[in-house]
């Protein structure tokens, strides 16, 4: 992966948490998010929307709500909330390197 390929990947990833945090602390179907998000950048493929998804959640920056209720096997369906500390990251209170140009 070149320089330029993070660069966009780092920048799509900035533009979903943004997004997040826009609609904190509402919980949305990644479905919802996906139209949202491509409102704004046409290009971004919806498997690396689905991959920093997952990434977000292992970071502990969103949680899947569907997971404590009735556990959504389609991930269109899933519910996504930012946490606290994903909030944090959008707002740059805190920072991390995978974010960082």
């Known amino acids: 992966m070149g320089r330029l390929d993070a ?5 799509q990833r900035r533009s979903l948490l943004t997004n ?3 609609l ?3 919980a949305f179907q990644t479905q919802t998010i ?6 704004y950048d046409p290009s971004y493929e919806f498997a690396n929307f689905k991959r920093d998804i997952f990434y977000f959640r292992d970071k502990g ?3 899947f709500i569907d ?4 556990n959504a096997t389609c991930f269109e369906d899933k519910v996504v909330v930012l946490t606290a500390t994903g ?4 707002e740059q209170t805190m920072t991390d390197p ?3 140009f």
């Open 7 to 11: 660069a966009i990947i780092k920048q």
């Open 20 to 22: 997040l945090n826009l």
């Open 24 to 26: 904190y602390p509402t």
């Open 34 to 39: 996906w139209r949202t998000v491509c409102g």
């Open 61 to 63: 920056w969103v949680r």
């Open 67 to 70: 997971e404590m209720l009735n």
């Open 87 to 90: 909030k944090e990251i959008a």
């Open 98 to 100: 995978a974010l960082e």
